[in-house]
């Protein structure tokens, strides 16, 4: 998975950063992208997507990841601004907010899925999949699936009846019944299609 840092250095490129974000489909709370650019002189061993991690062990290694990495960084956008400019810009927003902050400017950013907007003169690769086939995309990954767990879980203590420390947001059918019942909380994405086919009868 180290194939693209190896290469984009060979060229280069000696701060690499890995691109990834969290949330793009939960129905409620922010969308988190995380920007890592990795040292890979060091422990790296069990990196991989997010979504093939139990949490515990992306708990482990976010830790690792963010104690050792050169520099990393993330974003946010709330649903009330998502909302307003859309899932695809509030993402692309919330991943120019992560590379923004990172400490040190990196030279090549490695990103998951399709082309974002221009980031200034910091050249790109976008991956399909990146999250599965590059390592800094992966870690990247690890990092805003925390953060924004981490995020819902705090969440779920102001809004217990939706069970966010439990579904993270995303449409189970638990959640589903609890918007039913309920409606949604100021934390939902009103604009999105199965919240609106789930609660379009309340209006």
Same mark, same amino acid.
């Given at each position: 998975?180290?194939?693209? /840092?190896?290469?984009?250095?060979?060229?280069?490129?000696?701060?690499?950063?890995?691109?990834?974000?969290?949330?793009?489909?939960?129905? !409620?709370?922010?969308?988190?992208?995380?920007?890592?650019?990795?040292?890979?002189?060091?422990?790296?061993?069990?990196?991989?997507?997010?979504? !093939?991690?139990?949490?515990?062990?992306? /708990?482990?290694?976010? &830790?690792?990841?963010?104690?050792?990495?050169? !520099?990393?960084?993330?974003?946010? $956008? /709330?649903?009330?601004?998502?909302?307003?400019?859309?899932? #695809?810009?509030?993402?692309?927003?919330?991943? #120019?907010?992560?590379?923004?902050?990172?400490?040190?400017?990196?030279?090549?950013?490695?990103?998951?899925?399709? *082309?974002? *907007? =221009?980031?200034?003169?910091?050249?790109?690769?976008?991956?399909?999949?990146?999250?599965?086939?590059?390592?800094?995309?992966?870690?990247?990954?690890?990092?805003?699936?925390?953060?924004?767990?981490?995020?819902? $879980?705090?969440?779920?203590?102001? &809004?217990?009846?939706?069970?966010?420390?439990?579904?993270?947001?995303?449409?189970?059918?638990?959640?589903?019944?609890? %918007?039913?019942?309920?409606?949604? =909380?100021?934390?939902?994405?009103?604009?999105?299609?199965?919240?609106?086919?789930?609660?379009?009868? %309340?209006?």
């Amino acid at each position: 998975m180290l194939s693209l /840092e190896e290469e984009a250095i060979k060229r280069g490129y000696q701060l690499v950063a890995g691109l990834d974000e969290a949330g793009r489909g939960s129905l !409620c709370g922010s969308v988190v992208a995380a920007a890592v650019v990795l040292d890979l002189t060091g422990d790296l061993q069990g990196i991989k997507d997010s979504k !093939c991690l139990s949490a515990r062990k992306r /708990e482990h290694l976010y &830790y690792r990841i963010v104690e050792n990495a050169v !520099c990393w960084a993330v974003g946010l $956008v /709330e649903a009330e601004e998502i909302d307003r400019i859309n899932i #695809k810009n509030a993402t692309f927003k919330a991943m #120019k907010e992560a590379v923004n902050r990172l400490e040190k400017k990196p030279n090549l950013l490695l990103v998951d899925g399709l *082309p974002l *907007p =221009s980031l200034g003169e910091i050249p790109q690769v976008f991956i399909v999949k990146g999250d599965a086939n590059c390592l800094s995309i992966a870690a990247a990954s690890i990092v805003a699936k925390v953060t924004r767990d981490r995020i819902m $879980v705090e969440l779920d203590k102001e &809004y217990p009846e939706y069970r966010l420390r439990k579904n993270k947001g995303y449409g189970t059918a638990e959640h589903l019944r609890a %918007l039913k019942l309920l409606g949604p =909380s100021p934390i939902h994405r009103l604009t999105f299609n199965p919240m609106k086919s789930t609660i379009g009868t %309340l209006f």
